[in-house]
């Protein structure tokens, strides 16, 4: 005698009235569509190949996958031109010809919202207190001193000291003319005395 499945039909559950079927439970022994011989499906009891350590869980087993490799080997990012060492460089070449005078303001922990990088268009004849001004920021009074540094006044009376530097070293402040050349670097701190 045949044993024979029956569809449970259960609500669907969204409101409409509807049924949804499920399958009957299987008997065990019973071969599904696509199932081979001897395989459960799902965490079973019994035979059947499977994933895992125990028998009857999923299609498996598979055989080993050979992988989208063998690579050959990677040459990588490099080889890197050698690191020309401190300074603002190196920049990129730029249309024309036309190269740069890098001032760097150095606000430092009292006024660091006016640290900032300036890339300055070099001109013939450039002097540093012309860098300085092309900024916008640097400011400078009748007597030829730098009076203030994006709206900070630095002027006698003041409590902030300024130091101006070209390519690294201190250059005093009777000496701002001093012409500049394409890639120097001139870089201006201010700091509190108190």
């Keep these: 005698m045949e044993q024979q499945q029956i569809n449970q039909a259960v609500s669907a559950g969204c409101g ?4 949804r079927a499920f399958p009957a439970p ?4 019973q071969q599904t569509p696509g199932q081979a ?4 499906i799902g965490p079973g009891f019994g035979p059947g190949p499977g994933f895992g350590p125990g028998p009857g869980f999923g299609p498996g087993p598979f055989p080993p996958f050979p992988g989208p490799g063998p690579f050959p080997p990677f040459p990588g990012p490099g080889p890197f031109p050698p690191f020309p060492g401190p300074g603002p460089g190196p920049f990129p070449p730029f249309p024309g010809g036309q190269r740069f005078v890098t001032v760097f303001i150095n606000g430092g922990r009292q006024f660091p919202w006016l640290t900032r990088n300036y890339n300055i268009p070099h001109r013939f004849g450039m002097t540093v207190r012309q860098a300085l001004t092309s900024t916008g920021a640097v400011q400078f009074g009748l007597g030829g001193q730098i009076v203030s540094v994006g709206g900070v006044f630095t002027g006698p009376g003041s ?7 070209l390519n690294g070293r201190v250059l005093p402040p009777g000496l701002l003319n001093t012409q500049v050349q394409p890639g120097n670097f001139i870089s201006l701190e201010l700091s509190r005395f108190f």
């Design 16 to 19: 409409c009235d509807s049924l």
């Design 26 to 29: 299987q008997t065990p022994g």
């Design 37 to 40: 011989p001897g395989q459960q």
């Design 159 to 165: 409590n902030i000291q300024t130091t101006v530097r």
